[in-house]
């Protein structure tokens, strides 16, 4: 994923049920955050069109995930399981071996995938923040 990607992975975020954007969803947020973190973010394609992408960032010790997406009509296709396997890989290369990844409570889709490819639920910590 390139910051020049982002007028069309921001449509998919804005038209994929249970991904929530956020302030720190801005054009410049995200490219700054590509540029910080260049190897693991993913977009799929087809004919020229973006319908899918991964963003992921890590701080040399874990990885997160952020706003997995694929459109509506290319789904249950094997491109989101393609673009979290590469991500992955990618972070795997880095030395990166813990990864989260965050899910929407009101999200039963977004949770059944990850579920469905093998991650957990941790119920022993909290998600805290604070916005600066």
């Keep these: 994923m390139l910051p020049t990607d982002y007028p069309s992975i921001r449509r998919l975020w804005e038209t994929t049920p249970g ?4 302030d720190g969803d801005s ?7 590509l540029l ?3 190897a693991a973010s993913l977009v799929a394609t087809t004919c020229g069109r ?5 963003l992921a ?5 874990r990885a997160w995930l952020y706003h997995v997406v694929v459109e509506a009509e290319f789904r249950r296709s094997g491109i989101g399981r393609q673009l979290v396997e590469g991500s992955l890989s990618r972070l795997r290369e880095l030395g990166i071996v813990r990864i989260h990844l965050f899910v929407m409570a009101d999200n ?4 059944d995938f990850w579920h469905h490819l093998g991650w957990d639920i941790r119920d022993d910590i909290q998600l805290l923040f604070k916005k600066l």
């Design 19 to 22: 991904i929530t954007i956020s």
């Design 57 to 61: 960032g890590y701080d040399g010790r």
């Design 27 to 33: 054009e410049a947020e995200v490219s700054a955050f």
């Design 36 to 38: 910080r973190n260049p």
């Design 108 to 111: 039963p889709e977004g949770r």
């Design 50 to 54: 973006i319908i899918g992408g991964i």
